[in-house]
């Protein structure tokens, strides 16, 4: 049987220029000193700067796995709701698309799913059990935590993940998938938890 465990977390806390500020680069480290048991074949990140710097900070404290760019997780809309399929809260977010924006999304979403969300061999990996740490942004998170969950496309929505926050998937031969963890902020303390979310919600 295979097991295949991944690690999703979103990036540091970012300026409007999208560099790690330094509450970012201190999440990142506590985010690094919990993985650092975990033992990681192999870090993704997003191409995007922010995803890529996190990933640096937390490669420091797992030496042995390698350190990989992934587009699929690039900060990208998965699933673009027609109108009925949303909340007043969401309606009207995507006025405007165009059909040629609904496919796009349909073709990273896809591909997004077909290169992580399966217990299928990891190219370049021959263990049996792997264990990949990803960091990539709130939008791709939400769409395997909802495929895995075999929830309604329009459910990523307000499946919104805090800066280097924790959610585990677990993909397992003959198994539907397992959500393990999901926004997990344990690793960090107060003052830095619920950063990318709106100031209001501080639980």
Do not use: C, K
């Not at 942004?137 to 395997?144: E, K, R, S, V």
């Amino acid at each position: 049987m295979r097991t295949r465990h991944l690690y999703l977390a979103r990036h540091g806390h970012a300026d409007a220029l999208g560099d790690l500020t330094a509450d970012g680069r201190r999440q990142a480290e506590l985010l690094g000193r919990r993985l650092a048991a975990v033992p990681a074949d192999v870090i993704w990140h997003s191409p995007v700067p922010r995803a890529a710097a996190t990933a640096r900070h937390i490669a420091e404290h797992l030496p042995d796995a390698i350190v990989a760019e992934a587009d699929e997780l690039a900060d990208h809309v998965p699933y673009i709701p027609a109108a009925e399929e949303t909340s007043s809260v969401w309606r009207g977010r995507f006025d405007g698309s165009s059909a040629g924006d609904v496919a796009a999304a349909s073709r990273r979403a896809t591909a997004l799913l077909a290169r992580f969300a399966t217990a299928d061999p990891v190219p370049g990996i021959p263990a049996t059990d792997t264990h990949e740490i990803l960091i990539g942004h709130a939008p791709p998170i939400a769409w395997l935590v909802r495929a895995a969950l075999g929830a309604p496309p329009a459910r990523w929505l307000g499946l919104d993940s805090a800066n280097t926050a924790l959610t585990v998937l677990r993909y397992r031969t003959g198994e539907p998938p397992a959500l393990v963890v999901f926004n997990d902020q344990s690793h960090l303390p107060p003052e830095l938890r619920w950063t990318g979310f709106p100031r209001t919600v501080a639980p």
